[in-house]
């Protein structure tokens, strides 16, 4: 295991699935998590399951204020941010782009791709000014190409993923890491949303396709290793053997 004693890492959309176990896990690994959700309740739960290197802070990623805030708590709380992943997202509603509700549609837009811009725009100043830092964004195949009623899902992802290159390409010699990882299905509330929507391949999937949650956490702290290096600037796929091989998962 990767050990991240005295780290910072923030990770946002910690209440449940991808990011609730990257909080588990980096925090075994020793480091000190900061958990941002707008579900109170749950991430103080997790703070409270974690102990002492948690703290739960209470954050929308589509207001930059919010963003902003939660890196300078962590700051404050611990000294220092070394790792900023950006896991939150959402996929509801459903809906096909010539029915799709504008207001709703642009709201995904504001939590999968301005979420992370603005995860992106807080954490650098701070990084860049400590030497370094890496920067994690949660992506998807969906980045990639188009899928039946996911106008909106396609289009934050694939937005994303351009914006981690955009870091590479800016700030690399800044000592910043700047990676995605495209984890595929996993077993999480999103895919049970997805499932009752009926609509496009994905839905159609059994459960025991979906590979668990810790798996993309468990990449996510490899993914602070030196191990990674050759793929800063890139998009690690969990659907990769090689990948999974590399990272201990079977």
């Known amino acids: 295991m990767t050990d991240m004693t005295g780290k910072t890492v923030l990770i946002t959309g910690a209440s449940r699935g991808i990011g609730a176990e990257a909080g588990r896990v980096f925090a075994a690994a ?13 991430i103080e739960a997790l703070s409270d399951e974690i102990g002492p290197k948690a703290r739960a802070v209470a954050c929308d990623v589509s207001d930059y204020a919010q963003v902003a805030g939660a890196v300078a708590q962590a700051v404050e709380a611990f000294g220092r941010l070394d790792v ?25 837009i504001d939590i999968n791709l301005k979420g992370v811009f603005y995860g992106m725009r807080a954490a650098l100043p701070v990084m860049t000014q400590a030497g370094g830092g890496t920067i994690l964004t949660v992506s998807s195949g969906a980045a990639h190409g188009p899928t039946e009623a996911w106008s909106h899902y396609n289009a934050s992802k694939a937005g994303a993923a351009m914006l981690t290159r955009c870091v590479d390409h800016e700030n690399a010699s800044d000592g910043i890491r700047a990676m995605g990882l495209s984890p595929g299905t996993v077993a999480t509330q999103m895919q049970r949303e997805i499932k009752a929507s009926g609509i496009n391949r994905v839905s159609q999937l059994d459960w025991s396709d979906h590979i668990p949650a810790d798996w993309p956490a468990r990449t996510l702290l490899w993914m602070c290793s030196p191990d990674a290096d050759g793929y800063i600037g890139q998009e690690i796929s969990l659907r990769d053997p090689d990948i999974r091989a590399k990272v201990g998962l079977s």
Do not use: F
């Open 30 to 42: 020793g480091a000190n998590v900061v958990l941002c959700a707008r579900s109170t309740d749950a």
């Open 84 to 108: 900023m992943i950006n896991n939150a997202g959402v996929v509801e509603p459903i809906s096909h782009l010539a029915a799709a509700d504008p207001e709703a549609w642009s709201s995904v």
